[in-house]
């Protein structure tokens, strides 16, 4: 799969320069696709609040900022962007458990291995697969992010890919990643008046063995965005063995 180049305004997704054109001119705050409350269930469940979090194109949203209001102790953000990284180390100079850095996430040396134990992902790989040489791109930064996890350490994607155009990336035997899927409605979305449908969106989505929807799935919004939580196995374990655990109530 090379770029999406459906959901794609622009090619420039990819393009350090553009990033700070724009944060240049929206100066205030954004949330790309959904807010941390939004989230909450899936981060909560999945990525226990003493975790070490790196948040990769954090941009100027506020969702590491509602993290630590959430009881998050530790979050490194990093953006290619340099405006956003200095927009974002001024705002928040006085809370410590918000660090911010400028880097590539597909060259993330300046960390060694297995540096943190989350690392969360909303819509930054979507923005590389917009760019030149996507696939490149997204191999690289997935081989960042894996290097980076500690063992059973988790990737948390939030897309608007679905698993036709995702997938491929995510399932490379050499991550060895355990996937869960969700898919959430946008923001604001009614079920239809008459709509028989009574599927949580805070189950897990199956997925079959080629990595996809089961053919008979309904998607109810056509905009809904996909959350993808990857658990890094140990080299040993087996990839089948480990169960899906429903979201518990504590987190709801
Ligand atoms: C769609 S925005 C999402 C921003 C934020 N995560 C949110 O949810 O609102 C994508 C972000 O990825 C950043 N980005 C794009 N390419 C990047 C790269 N190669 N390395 C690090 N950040 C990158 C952009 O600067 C931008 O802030």
């Known amino acids: 799969m090379f770029r999406d180049v459906s959901s794609c305004n622009t090619y420039n ?16 705050s954004f949330d790309w ?3 941390y409350s939004s989230l909450r269930p899936f981060v909560r469940r999945y990525i226990p609040t003493s975790s070490r979090v790196l948040m990769v194109g954090c941009g100027n949203a506020l969702m590491s900022e509602d993290m630590v209001k959430d009881g998050y102790e530790d979050i490194m953000n990093i953006d290619i962007s340099s405006v956003a990284i200095e927009m974002m180390k001024r705002k928040y100079e006085y809370i410590p458990q918000l660090k911010y850095m400028q880097m590539d996430v597909r060259d993330m040396s300046f960390f060694p291995d297995e540096s943190f134990d989350s690392v969360i992902d909303k819509g930054t790989l979507d923005s590389l697969m917009c760019g030149n040489d996507a ?21 948390m994607l ?4 679905d698993p036709t155009v995702r997938m491929l990336h995510l399932s490379r035997p050499v991550y060895n990643w355990k996937i869960i899927l969700f898919i959430i409605p946008r923001p604001g979305f009614e079920r239809p008046a008459g709509s028989s449908s009574s599927r949580s969106f805070l189950e897990p989505v199956p997925i079959t063995e080629k990595g996809l929807l089961p053919a008979d ?30 979201l518990m109530a504590d987190v709801l």
């Open 158 to 161: 939030i897309t608007y890919g």
């Open 33 to 35: 696709y959904q807010r």
């Open 217 to 246: 799935f309904v998607l109810e919004d056509p905009d809904s965005h996909f959350v993808y939580v990857c658990k890094k196995m140990d080299e040993t374990e087996e990839l089948q063995s480990i169960p899906d655990h429903p």
């Open 135 to 155: 696939p490149i791109s997204a191999a690289q930064m997935l081989g960042e992010v894996s290097r980076l996890l500690k063992p059973r350490g988790i990737y």
């Open 13 to 28: 997704y990819g393009d350090a320069l553009y990033w700070d054109a724009r944060y240049v001119q929206e100066a205030g």
